[in-house]
């Protein structure tokens, strides 16, 4: 039946945009596993279970930085299995875990269900989703993984109000059983009846390109280039990258969490705060295809480079909304910060090494990520408790970005014999 629904594309549009569909599904269904979602439960679980707020947040920070540490395990099964059965094993792991959550009754089994919902959420099934899509392109990938990234939007659209909604209707812990549930339906069936591991499976290559006639025939076995982890951890570049995705990754989720008590301080409403997401989100919706055809046409050191000075610039910006006015300029620069980080967490890794081993050079950078966003807003939080403001900790912060970029300039270039990618150099 896959077969067939491929044949029925390939007459009128290359297949690899149903498979950008089937991950952005993906990552849409990975917000069980995301901040967003935990963010309605934590308050009735608390009151339940008799935890604090402040309980709960370290064990919410050690789950994500204990799952961070198991991506690249993760990856590597990807690798061996491709990426089909390894996201097929995820739903059906996150949708159990789901139910293990909405059935937790003391600290230590809510920490356990933390971890396995950031490990199979958060971590699993976004870094999978980004590993299917980047098998189907080359050229036009910087396109496909915005696109695919729009599934995230969604998810912060309709995860957060779907879950009050439950919670107030059936119960916090028949909510998280209603969310399991709703995972494997839609994830399940477009795995099973749509995903092929790769284009070479059904004799394409990426981006629609046609097999030659020596490639004919060989379907799966035919040519993937790329580095193992072993050699791309002997590369400067993939330090570099390292780099570049944990200050992007702390960064931002130090925004993310701050951005409504530091504007609330500098004397906007809470309202009015709130509403700066909202901008920032149709900001993050609206660039997302120009930020990917920038990645697809430009090169990637340049687009890089400019994700980190806009990430400078948002982080010393915030410090100077006094307004409204101000606050808007702040939101719509967040949003395109938000469509550059997004884009780029798919794209950098087979950008630089190739699809041949990409799981386990993927899980590892994952890992690097996670762990920056878990200790992201640790110097502002001291910068609270110990001065009562954030003002020049987030300020001597957006020098971090800054050199990088310029690092990034001078030095960020794509390990020798590597083709696939050399109009972007």
């Not at 390894?86 to 003391?106: D, K, S, T």
């Amino acid at each position: 039946m896959r077969q067939a629904i491929v044949k029925a594309c390939n007459g009128r549009f290359f297949y690899g945009w149903v498979i950008v569909f089937v991950g952005s599904f993906g990552v849409f269904s990975s917000g069980p596993g995301q901040s967003h979602t935990f963010s309605v439960f934590l308050e009735p679980i608390g009151s339940e279970l008799g935890i604090s707020s402040a309980t709960m947040a370290t064990a919410y920070g050690l789950a994500t930085l204990a799952a961070a540490f198991m991506l690249p395990q993760m990856g590597r099964l990807i690798d061996r299995w491709g990426p089909r059965k390894g996201l097929l094993a995820i739903v059906l792991a996150l949708g159990a875990a789901c139910f293990f959550f909405g059935a937790a009754a003391n600290f230590l089994w809510l920490a356990v269900g933390f971890a396995l919902m950031r490990f199979f959420g958060q971590g699993s099934l976004m870094m999978g989703c980004a590993n299917l899509v980047s098998q189907w392109f080359t050229l036009n990938r910087g396109l496909a993984m915005s696109l695919m990234a729009l599934g995230f939007g969604a998810s912060m659209a309709v995860h957060p109000p779907l879950s009050q909604y439950l919670v107030n209707e059936i119960g916090w812990r028949n909510a998280w059983y209603a969310m399991g549930l709703i995972t494997w339906v839609t994830m399940l069936p477009p795995l099973l009846l749509l995903v092929f591991d790769k284009p070479e499976d059904v004799n394409l290559r990426p981006d629609g390109e046609a097999l030659t006639d020596a490639e004919e025939g060989s379907g799966s076995n035919a040519e993937i280039s790329g580095l193992s982890l072993t050699e791309a951890l002997r590369t400067s570049t993939f330090y570099i990258l390292s780099a570049v995705w944990f200050a992007i990754a702390m960064l931002v989720t130090t925004l993310h969490f701050y951005q409504v008590t530091v504007v609330t301080d500098q004397g906007l409403s809470k309202q009015a705060a709130a509403s700066l997401f909202t901008i920032s989100a149709l900001t993050m919706v609206c660039m997302m295809p120009v930020v990917g055809r920038m990645f697809d046409k430009l090169r990637t050191r340049y687009v890089l480079a400019l994700g980190l000075v806009v990430t400078a610039l948002n982080l010393a910006g915030i410090t100077f909304v006094t307004s409204f006015t101000t606050g808007v300029v702040y939101a719509l620069m967040f949003g395109l910060n938000n469509a550059l980080s997004m884009t780029m967490f798919g794209y950098i890794w087979p950008r630089y090494f190739g699809r041949k081993h990409l799981g386990s050079i993927q899980g590892t950078g994952q890992m690097v990520g996670v762990f920056g966003a878990s200790l992201g807003p640790l110097p502002v939080g001291l910068a609270y408790d110990l001065v009562g403001n954030a003002t020049l900790t987030l300020q001597a912060l957006a020098v971090f970005p800054a050199v990088l970029a310029v690092l990034t300039l001078l030095f960020l270039r794509a390990p020798a014999g590597l083709t696939e990618s050399a109009h972007l150099e």
